[in-house]
Each structure stands twice: as structure tokens, then as C-alpha cells.
């Protein structure tokens, strides 16, 4: 079964610098796809980022980037700039055939 | 063009009673996922429907829960003899799944409080 780990419950960043959320997942499968999806307290589930694991270039979205290592099994997600508006819990994904696999969540608070 | 809707956004009702959850996928999506999220949780699959397909309902706690998906596209959720601990936000997915389509795109869910 795949299992996916978000270490870090909480975090902390203030406002315009950079932080970083870690996880892993556990898996024997060589194609699938994981995501970051963050979830403000309107509950409203919102895509931040995604990777194809068959590719090695780490994806980038304007202030949100990743760092995958597939090797390792690590796909920890890096906010540049931080803004008040980037306080949510912040949950890694996985994805393989039809079933998303949820970590436990990062709640991430943003300080002025 | 609209996302996914639930409804209601809202429910309290008794244990025991059977209660009917909403979901209106993302026009064109064929796939459609039902999870579950507790209290300070993440997200729990419940139950994955794609195309004609016989769904995937793998992940249904108990056989109080089931769903359908009329029609290729809205569905619902049924609970059966609603019990405490069925308390949750229940949210729905849609997704393509086409190649290079993988995500799951989320409604706002659908929070249900047993009393």
C-alpha cells in the first residue's frame, strides 16, 4: 500500500520569506504522479503544484516550486515570498491508477 | 467554467437517520471521487467512478455508505442509519484523466454532523 508522511505538522514563515514542507511517500510503483494541494479554512481543496514522476525537472509555479527526489522518495514543496494569504494546511499527494493518497497535512501559518 | 459543486454545504442530523450528500462534477470530467476528511485529518478515499466503469468502492467504511453517479455525471453519497462517528466533511472530485490530466479538481464539501 502506498503511504504517504508529512513530518512537520506546523510551520512558520514570515511574511516574504521562503519555507519549505518535506514529504515522503513509500511506493513500488515506477509511474505515478504527486501533488500538493492547499486547503484554506473555506475547506475548498485548491492544486498548488504537480509532478510527473517520469520526468526529473522539478516543477515550478510562480512562487511555488519542488523538489523531488525519486530516489529517495522525496517530494517536499518550497514557497518563495510567502504572503499572508498562503496561511492553510498544505497536503502532499499521491497518485497512482484512480486513488489519491493523502498525507496528514502542514499547517502553515504566515507572520507579519 | 464552474467547478465542482456540493450540496448541501451543511448537515446536522440525528443517529440513526439516513442522509443524502451532492456532487456536481466539472462538465467533461468522466472521473468522479468521493473522500472523506475528520476532524485535523487528511483526506480518506471513499469511492471513484470512471465513465461506464464499475466504480471503485474500495474505500467505503461500512456497507451504511453508497453511492451512484447517474447519467456520467452528478452523484450522491447516501448514508444509512447515520452514526457519530460518521461526522465529516465529505468532499467530492472530478478529473479528466487523459493523458497529462491527472488532477483531481475539489468542491467545497459537504460538512455532516451527527448529533
Known amino acids: 500500500a502506498q503511504t504517504v508522511t508529512q513530518s512537520q505538522p506546523e510551520m512558520s514563515v514570515q511574511e516574504a520569506e521562503t519555507v519549505t514542507l518535506s514529504c515522503t511517500y513509500d511506493?513500488?510503483?515506477?509511474?505515478?504522479?504527486l501533488f500538493w494541494y492547499k486547503q484554506p479554512p473555506s475547506r475548498q481543496m485548491i492544486l498548488v503544484i504537480r509532478q510527473e514522476a517520469y520526468k526529473q525537472q522539478n516543477a515550478t509555479e510562480n512562487r511555488f516550486s519542488v523538489n523531488f527526489q525519486k530516489a529517495a522518495k522525496s517530494f517536499s514543496l518550497k514557497i518563495s515570498d510567502s504572503q499572508l494569504g498562503d496561511a492553510a494546511m498544505y497536503f502532499c499527494a499521491y497518485l497512482t491508477a484512480s486513488k489519491l493518497t493523502f498525507g496528514t497535512g502542514t499547517r502553515l501559518q504566515v507572520t507579519l | 467554467g464552474a467547478g465542482v459543486s456540493q450540496s448541501p454545504s451543511n448537515k446536522v442530523t440525528e443517529k440513526g437517520k439516513d442522509v443524502e450528500l451532492r456532487c456536481d462534477p466539472i462538465?467533461?470530467?468522466?472521473?468522479l471521487y468521493w473522500y472523506r476528511q475528520s476532524l485535523g485529518q487528511g483526506l480518506e478515499f471513499l469511492i471513484y467512478f470512471q465513465g461506464n466503469s464499475a466504480p471503485d468502492k474500495s474505500g467505503l467504511p461500512s456497507d451504511r455508505f453508497s453511492a451512484e453517479r447517474t447519467g456520467g455525471s452528478v452523484s450522491t453519497l447516501t448514508i444509512q442509519r447515520t452514526q457519530q462517528e460518521d461526522s465529516a466533511v465529505y468532499l467530492c472530485?472530478?478529473?479528466?484523466?487523459?493523458?497529462?490530466?491527472?488532477?483531481?479538481?475539489f468542491g467545497p464539501g459537504t460538512r455532516l454532523t451527527v448529533t
Open positions: 472530485a472530478s478529473s479528466l484523466r487523459l493523458a497529462g490530466h491527472y488532477e483531481q479538481y
Open positions: 462538465s467533461g470530467h468522466t472521473a
Open positions: 511506493t513500488s510503483e515506477s509511474d505515478y504522479y
